[in-house]
């Protein structure tokens, strides 16, 4: 189903405010430098058949959502990152920690995608983010 150009546009533009956003971003536990990035992100805009969309806002309300409704898959991303700094501290394992990390990290991502994809929630929202853009393509 093929959306029309006004209704991407008021789909985009209806997301969250950046100043919420914003909000959001300030209570995680990122690192400054993240969290002016993302910051800067929510203002990304483009020009469309004379109409500024806020897609930086789009992209990041969209993202939130993720990390929300699947915790599970970002549970395996943390572990994975953790587990591969434990072993690069230890002084003779630390030789593998480059060779794993890339293993631990898949089978993190794996482990908590099967968890989550049971419920198709996740190919959903994105299948749903991509047809709420595909009307411009046709600009």
Not at 15 to 40: F, G, V, W, Y
Not at 126 to 135: E, G, P, Q, Y
Request: glycine share 6%; with cysteine; charged share 20%.
């Amino acid at each position: 189903m093929e959306n029309s150009l006004s209704t991407v546009m008021l789909d985009i533009n209806s997301s969250l405010p950046e100043r919420k956003l914003k909000a959001l971003i300030e209570r995680t536990n990122l690192s400054a430098d993240l969290k002016a990035l993302l910051a800067d992100l929510t203002k990304l805009t483009v020009k469309v058949g004379g109409k500024i969309l806020a897609v930086g806002r789009k992209i990041i309300g969209f993202c939130l959502d993720l990390i929300k409704a699947f915790p599970t898959v970002t549970l395996g991303i943390i572990m994975a990152l953790v587990i591969t700094s434990l072993i690069a501290s230890i002084p003779i394992l630390g030789l593998l920690a480059a060779p794993l990390s890339s293993l631990l990290l898949l089978l993190g991502v794996s482990a908590g995608a099967l968890k989550d994809f049971t419920s198709d929630r996740l190919s959903d929202r994105i299948d749903a983010l991509v047809v709420s853009f595909s009307a411009l393509r046709q600009v």
